[in-house]
């Protein structure tokens, strides 16, 4: 189970690393720092679909055809974290080598938003200032990355666990 794991976590991990990097550049490239976060939640979806992938190879090869929910939900949270952390280690790297100046970049977009969709400037400008001061803190920037993924992750490994569970039929009576 650690390799399948490790595999299928890698290869999510590299490819939600990869999205990461061309969606930052991307935004970051833009005058007016407008990302697509359809485009990257349904290619996080897509991703994490390795998760379906894994349990089922290692359901298929491993224990010949059956695995329980437990088991095949365990294998598919191994394969998430680990792709999780790649994409959370990335983000740091990225952000506090490449980009240290995004979330100052992101609150003038968010306050000009604000603005121009008619919105309480003060209390916009607020809440940004509020969230910078968190970003501070390394812990902050660690959970909140997270917490981008994490969920789309467990929602893919339990619909790919009830799907792929499956029990050992009865023994035939001679």
Known sequence: MKKIALVYGLIAGAILCTNMIVLVTM?????????NAVVGYTIMIVTFSLIFFGI??????????????????????????IAATLYVVTWIIGYYLFVPDFMDRYTEHMI????????D??????????????????VFV??????EVVP??????????????????????A
């Open 56 to 81: 089922r190879s290692y359901r298929n090869k491993e224990l010949n055809g059956v695995i329980s929910f437990g088991r095949a939900f365990k294998l598919g949270l191994y394969i998430m974290l």
């Open 152 to 173: 789309v992750g467990l929602l893919v490994t339990l619909v790919s666990a009830l799907i792929l569970k499956r029990k050992a039929k009865p023994a035939e009576v």
């Open 27 to 35: 935004l970051c490239n833009n005058k007016d720092f407008e990302g």
């Open 121 to 138: 400037v003060a209390v916009v400008t607020r809440d940004m200032e509020e969230f910078k001061a968190m970003y501070k803190n390394p």
């Open 112 to 119: 000009a938003d604000a603005s121009r969709n008619g919105q």
């Open 142 to 147: 660690v959970l909140i990355t997270y917490a």
